[in-house]
């Protein structure tokens, strides 16, 4: 018992007393009000936005747009490789709203949209000494 009193109550003393308030800015994870400062921030910004139409794995402008533009014409078919129900059915013209393919294709797409639109509003609210007239008008 004697034991226990002697640890546990300096532990809770030191335990109470190290509390503090902790205010973090962390850099890594800005966000849209805490970025678009300046031109190097204007230019990463619209180098993100392009990054939306080729972003790895089935990205817009890698194989999305092969397989939800081109197979949907007769020029192109899905080939026997193709074991996904949904390629295959953009194949035969025979898809739905229930598509996978389909739903990425057009995510990605308003994704690319939407982050164009907010680079365009925040970047004309930069002010003029921040960046330069040449950046701003891109």
């Known amino acids: 018992m004697q034991f226990t009193k002697r640890y ?10 190290a509390c503090s308030s902790l205010d973090e800015h962390p850099q890594s994870q ?25 972003e790895t794995g089935q990205s817009l402008y890698n194989s999305l747009f092969q397989i939800g533009v081109e197979m949907a ?9 193709a074991r996904n129900a949904h390629v295959r059915a953009i194949s035969g013209l025979t898809h739905d709203a229930s598509n996978d393919r389909m739903e990425q294709l057009w995510r990605q797409s308003y994704d690319a949209i939407n982050a164009a639109n907010i680079a365009i509003d925040r970047i004309a609210l930069i002010p003029g000494d921040k960046i330069t007239a040449v950046l701003r008008s891109g």
Do not use: H, N
């Open 8 to 17: 546990i109550l300096p532990a809770l003393l030191i335990g109470l007393s």
């Open 30 to 54: 800005l966000v849209t009000d805490e970025f678009y400062k300046d031109g190097a921030q204007a230019d990463a910004a619209v180098t993100a936005t392009y990054r939306k139409l080729y």
């Open 73 to 81: 014409t007769d020029d192109y078919e899905a080939g026997p490789r």
